[in-house]
């Protein structure tokens, strides 16, 4: 029999964890934010360790004109890799750290849409979607022990606890954001690029690449996003009040040129 005096501890910790996010959603989130963004450092600098990081500075001033924009509207002091890796694939991670692929650049047309997708990375760090997935685990794991855990990423509960920061498949352990997660990130990201300047329409022509690239494959990055259409649908009708935010950005002239050369 579960002891009664557990069960009150873990009601409480529930109880208080509850919290409304960025998108004004009631999330669980019991995690010590400084302890998931230590596992996002541990992750990050496990991958420039073990991935090649590009010297392409065409691509690297590219990624930083776009970056700079962004974190001109989110704030903080962000680390930004550009990783030689033919992967379509980008990602943020709590520790403010933010990794793009050059596949992912080689795919992209223009600024607006690699700003389309960093802008929905950065989304489920600012949504906090990695301490919510964290602290589901750690009900049944123990805080304690995911944390020690996510320091030893050559473990597989290691690979585990890093995957649910959205990183698990450079582990070979793919852990991707649920449905919810990414639709959500899809439409605040939409916010945070139109606030910076950027057009947030070229964010359906961004999605609509990626499931073209992938050649009737669901690419890993698209894997558990909503449909295609659902997504289109879902981005098309929040249009109209986010072109109204760039409109307004451009007005107080954060209107980014960054050039693909």
């Not at 002891?3 to 010590?32: D, E, H, K, W, Y």
């Not at 582990?171 to 439409?187: C, K, N, Q, T, V």
Request: aromatic share 6%.
């Amino acid at each position: 029999m579960i002891n009664r005096a557990l069960l009150v501890i873990l009601s409480t910790m529930v109880l208080s964890a509850c919290q409304t996010n960025m998108a004004g959603r009631s999330q669980l989130a019991f995690m010590p934010e400084s302890q998931v963004s230590q596992m996002g450092l541990t992750a990050f600098e496990e991958m420039k360790q073990k991935k090649r990081i590009s010297t392409n500075q065409k691509y690297i001033q590219f990624v930083k004109c776009i970056t700079d924009a962004l974190i001109g509207v989110v704030g903080g002091n962000w680390e930004v890799v550009v990783f030689e890796d033919k992967q379509l694939n980008a990602f943020a991670l709590p520790g403010r750290k933010i990794g793009i692929y050059t596949g992912l650049i080689d795919l992209v047309d223009n600024q607006h849409q690699l700003a389309a997708v960093i802008a929905h990375e950065i989304s489920h760090v600012l949504l906090r979607h990695g301490n919510e997935r964290m602290s589901q685990k750690a009900a049944v794991l123990g805080t304690v022990a995911l944390i020690q855990a996510a320091a030893r990423p050559e473990t597989l509960l290691g690979q585990k606890a890093l995957g649910l920061l959205g990183v698990g498949a450079e582990y070979g352990i793919i852990m991707p954001f649920s449905r919810s997660h990414e639709s959500e990130a899809d439409l605040y990201g939409l916010e945070i690029m139109a606030k910076a300047g950027f057009d947030p329409r070229q964010s359906v022509n961004l999605w609509q690449k990626m499931s073209q690239a992938a050649g009737g494959k669901v690419p890993e990055f698209l894997s558990t996003h909503p449909s295609h259409s659902t997504r289109i649908e879902d981005l098309q009708e929040k249009m109209s009040s986010v072109l109204q935010l760039q409109r307004q950005a451009i007005a107080q002239g954060r209107a980014p040129h960054c050039k693909k050369q």
